[in-house]
């Protein structure tokens, strides 16, 4: 099993280096070398997000409709083409977007429309194979592995990638990005290939549900219900601090870029020990002690954030930015392992397709959160402090939200709810 999980983090490596190009590089360039706008570039970043809602669909259609005796490899091969394709592509247009133009704006939204469609094809489809393969007892072992080499890659591939586009040309990020985008395809294709088993049984397709009795199958349970709404709080918590923990320590503090990128780089390194961490602590507590002693971590975190930023004390503020990575890390492992267990077998995909759904809306929520209040409680108070201190605060009270809503979570009230295979249950309703 220790190469299977090895494999399927390969898969889960190859989908995150293609993020690195396409949403940090790129964005950068487009901002300063091609001096387009931030806010053009924002809502080209958030494009692949609007594909969300498909992570149920694909996850649902790809439980009944195998190719081959396949449920799974067929629907993460042909994300991954695109997730390459999109990153290949984007150097050309984004500099066809510098010109300006009708054809230039279209140019400029491919990139980001192909990666968009690519991630969702592939996510949720290599998580329900993960799901599959580990069985329940190894589930969280196969989450830190998957997450920990998914981390160490992008780190990797954010120098490699800084070192071959020193010095800047537009040449030099062309074969920068294609790179990247061959290199995360062998990977993946190695991960991949003979990876899932055939199936030996096919559930029955007699039945092929709408969007509509997707969603209601989903809504139907209330534990299901819960969960969605706890991921939602959970990960835009999380999630929404990324974009402004340097910048508030600048505010706070008066550092340089040099000193707040050491917090990232802080904030990172101990998210890594506490997968490690958490991948042997899942073996000998449940796993909703290990995921509630993530997010209180965190919660502590973001406590000490706000009492280390607002008072200027920056000892305090380190601490809490060492106890966020360290829940986040925890969390991190014992949340995913927790949403593998909130599935039913023949139906991994259609819940974890909606789990991948909140956890795009999550994103889409901590980026209006981190810069829509910041920008506005800003404007109203005239304090750039205030703006951070805000955010931060409601971010707080997202994860106390959270941590209680977690307390209501019970894995077997779940399957007692979904079984008989509840979209079954709504075809024959209707």
């Known amino acids: 099993m220790t190469l299977k999980r090895i494999r399927l983090g390969l898969i889960h490596v190859a989908v995150a280096m293609t993020l690195v190009p396409i949403n940090s590089t790129l964005n950068r360039v487009m901002i300063r070398e091609l001096a387009l706008s931030a806010a053009l570039v924002a809502i080209l970043a958030s494009l692949p997000y609007l594909f969300a809602p498909l992570q149920v669909a694909v996850g649902a259609f790809s439980d009944r409709h195998p190719w081959f005796g396949l449920r799974r490899t067929p629907y993460i091969l042909l994300g991954l083409l695109l997730c390459v394709l999109g990153v290949i592509i984007s150097p050309w247009a984004a500099y066809r977007l510098a010109e300006g133009g009708a054809a230039g704006i279209l140019s400029g939204v491919l990139p980001f429309l192909a990666w968009g ?3 969702n094809l592939s996510a949720v489809c290599y998580l329900a194979l993960a799901s599959e393969l580990s069985g329940e007892q190894g589930r969280g072992r196969t989450i830190a592995t998957m997450w920990f080499m998914m981390i160490v890659s992008i780190i990797l591939t954010a120098i490699s990638l800084s070192r071959m586009v020193d010095p800047y ?3 030099a990020l062309t074969s920068a990005f ?9 990977l993946g294709g190695l991960g991949l290939i003979g990876l899932e088993p055939r199936a030996a049984s096919i559930v029955p397709g007699a039945h092929n549900p709408t969007l509509r009795q997707m969603s209601a199958a989903i809504l139907a349970n209330s534990q299901a219900r819960r969960f969605f709404v ?8 999380i999630l929404g601090q990324d974009v402004l923990l340097e910048p508030f320590a600048a505010e706070a503090f008066g550092w340089t870029v040099t000193q707040t990128t050491r917090l990232t780089s802080l904030w990172g390194g101990f998210v890594l020990i506490a997968i490690l961490l958490a991948g042997a602590l899942e073996r000998r507590l449940p796993r909703r002690v290990v995921a509630q002693a993530g997010n209180l971590g965190a919660l502590a975190g973001f406590l000490l954030i706000l009492a280390g930023g607002g008072l200027r004390y920056a000892g305090v503020f380190y601490l809490g930015v060492t106890l966020l990575g360290v829940g986040t890390g925890l969390s991190t492992v014992a949340n995913l392992a927790l949403m593998f267990d909130l599935t039913l077998p023949g139906q991994a995909g259609l819940f974890i397709g909606a789990w991948g759904f909140s956890n795009a809306l999550s994103r889409l929520t901590g980026s209006v959160l981190g810069g829509v209040v910041r920008d506005l409680v800003t404007a109203a108070s005239a304090d750039p402090m205030a703006g951070y201190l805000v955010v931060f605060a409601i971010e707080a009270l997202m994860l106390a939200a959270a941590v209680f809503l977690l307390g209501r979570i019970d894995v077997t009230a779940f399957r007692s709810a979904a079984a ?5 249950r709504i075809a024959m309703s209707e």
């Open 178 to 186: 294609r790179t990247v985008g061959l290199a995360a395809l062998v």
């Open 420 to 424: 008989p295979p509840v979209l079954e």
């Open 169 to 171: 040309t537009p040449a």
């Open 230 to 237: 706890y991921l939602l709080l959970l990960l835009a918590a």
């Open 117 to 119: 469609m690519g991630y």
